[in-house]
């Protein structure tokens, strides 16, 4: 015998579903992330991924020949912590939309912020489903 019930949590399944497909979407977003700089003497051309991981350099012109390698070694650490930081910029904006009101993705990836605290510990359910739930159909409110 079909439950009262049986729509909301249809409904509720085919939320789920939803926020599973956002969840991976927002994954896949953030996996082809990628950015890219270039040093002001246009000397060093830096890519990185996501992460921050470095996944291209390029000497764009020959002015890296005249450096010293110390101050080429420098001028790629600075490019690709510029990229860095652009490339993080790109995946706080793509999971900020997720976000509760007053909190950043920084806050996140600096503690300030407990990810199991942004979730609440009872999902919201309309109460006859809750109480469908834990009663089971004979307990629930037949109203």
Known sequence: MPSPYDQEIEDLLALYARQREEAAETRRRIAATTATATDPRQAVK?????????????????????????????????????????????????????????????????????????????????????EYVEHGFEGADRG
């Open 46 to 130: 830096v890519t990185v991924g996501a992460q921050g991981e470095l996944t291209a350099v390029e000497f764009p012109t020959g002015a890296y020949r005249r450096m010293a390698p110390k101050e080429l070694a420098d001028l790629l650490v600075t490019t690709a912590a510029r990229a860095r930081e652009e490339a993080l910029e790109m995946v706080a904006g793509v999971v900020s939309d997720g976000l509760p009101p007053g909190v950043t993705v920084g806050d996140l990836l600096q503690g300030r912020v407990d990810p199991a605290a942004l979730l609440p510990e009872d999902p919201a359910l309309a109460d006859a489903v809750r």
